[in-house]
């Protein structure tokens, strides 16, 4: 069974970054499409950033420019680099894996932009 751990969440003030890392394990990650959540409280998960097995990025319109998805097939890890960080990017952020009808989740890292 695969599973998914994310890890650097924190907090940061505005205008700070972070990076956001999801390791994958049980034969999860070569093939599949990679992907970013965000749930802030009292919303609804919305996609933050996808990427494909062969590097495709899609992002959400109000991170591009300052958030980075990329992946390591070496380690089975996909990364978020974070900057420019604003208040209203304050959310638990999950990292998914998806590949046909199969999907895995993780189990959310905190990310707090407050000053």
């Known amino acids: 069974q695969g599973q998914l751990v994310e890890s650097g969440g924190g907090l940061v003030q505005p205008g700070g970054s972070l990076r956001l890392s999801c390791a994958a394990s049980g034969n999860i990650f070569g093939i599949y499409t990679m992907g970013w959540y965000r749930q802030a409280p009292e919303k609804q998960r919305e996609l933050v950033a996808t990427i494909t097995s062969r590097g495709t990025t899609n992002y959400l319109d109000s991170v591009k420019g300052r958030f980075t998805i990329s992946r390591d097939n070496a380690k089975n890890t996909v990364y978020l680099q974070m900057n420019g960080l604003k208040t209203e990017d304050t959310a638990v952020y999950y990292c998914?894996?998806?590949?046909?009808?199969?999907?895995?989740w993780g189990q959310g890292t905190q990310v707090t932009v407050s000053s």
């Open positions: 998914k894996a998806q590949r046909a009808t199969v999907t895995y």
